[in-house]
């Protein structure tokens, strides 16, 4: 019977040893993010005592108690609706015309088009996100007076900025061999980027779209306060008039129109997902 030869030393196999938790970089911009955040709350001076004062609490209860109960006239309901829709057409029209400005501008963004074409899209795009949609609102009022054309105007203008710089990050990202393959066997650059690198970035560009239309629902309805019509500035009006139920109602109906083009998105997220 043959016995098996012991193993020599060398022959083992040695395990490398265990990474460290974190880096020395890591654990360096951890302490700086510390160290800011900690700065924030010094020099804010935030008195969390008078914010959790009973002369505090006891006034925002009475506040709140003025919203109730909502008012629930046929009336109102009826103009509600239509305000709702009309914020609901707002953002959806304003981010469908910023999904496809977007898709326009975020190919010499992605550096298509040369280094001096990517560097000026991207100013540009900066610019365009950098101006929230309260500023790109009052323009837009100066300018066509007030109305929801304003608001969807706005909201076209920051989405475009935002998605701009997504959708061209996303073609940045994407495998480049498929349309190298096309290119190489002669065919041209627009039919290479649209039958081998949008198919592959498509789905991600419209989980951002979907994304960017349910934040533009919530900014759509900030919009209205001043003057971009639909359910912010029915809030407005009747907030300054202090008829909180009616007030009530209308924030009711944000929430209400918020949570269904939430759900409605995530479905067609998942979707496209799948």
């Known amino acids: 019977m043959i016995k098996p030869s012991p193993i020599k030393q060398a022959d083992r196999f040695e395990l490398p040893p265990a990474p460290a938790l974190i880096s020395r970089n890591a654990a360096l911009v951890l302490l700086t993010l510390l160290l800011l955040v900690a700065a924030s709350f010094y020099s804010l001076q935030i008195d969390w005592r008078a914010l959790l004062s009973e002369e505090a609490i006891r006034?925002?209860?009475?506040?709140?108690?003025?919203?109730?109960?909502?008012?629930?006239?046929?009336g109102l309901l009826h103009k509600v609706f239509f305000a709702a829709l009309e914020t609901l057409a707002m953002s959806a029209l304003g981010t469908l015309i910023a999904a496809l400005l977007g898709l326009v501008m975020a190919?010499?963004?992605?550096?298509?088009?040369?280094?001096?074409?990517?560097?000026?899209?991207?100013?540009?795009?900066?610019?365009?996100?950098?101006?929230?949609?309260?500023?790109?609102?009052?323009?837009?009022?100066?300018?066509a007076g007030l109305g929801p054309f304003a608001g969807t105007v706005a909201l076209a203008a920051h989405t475009t900025g935002v998605l701009g710089r997504l959708f061209a990050e996303t073609l940045e990202n994407l495998p480049p061999h498929a349309e190298a393959t096309l290119r190489t066997n002669g065919v041209s650059a627009g039919n290479a980027f649209l039958y081998a690198t949008l198919p592959q970035g498509l789905?991600?560009?419209?989980?951002?779209?979907?994304?960017?239309?349910?934040?533009?629902?919530?900014?759509?309805?900030?919009?209205?306060?001043?003057?971009a019509g639909g359910l912010g500035q029915m809030l407005k009006y009747h907030l300054s008039l202090f008829q909180m139920p009616t007030a009530a109602t209308v924030i009711i109906a944000m929430l209400i129109l918020v949570a269904l083009v939430d759900a409605l998105s995530f479905a067609i997220r998942r979707w496209l997902m799948r």
Do not use: C, K
């Open 59 to 74: 006034t925002s209860a009475e506040f709140l108690r003025g919203f109730t109960p909502p008012d629930t006239g046929s």
């Open 107 to 143: 190919l010499p963004a992605s550096g298509r088009f040369g280094v001096v074409a990517m560097h000026s899209m991207r100013l540009i795009l900066n610019i365009l996100r950098a101006i929230p949609e309260l500023v790109w609102a009052s323009i837009m009022l100066i300018a």
């Open 203 to 227: 789905p991600q560009m419209l989980s951002y779209t979907l994304y960017r239309w349910e934040n533009n629902i919530r900014a759509a309805a900030i919009l209205g306060v001043v003057g």
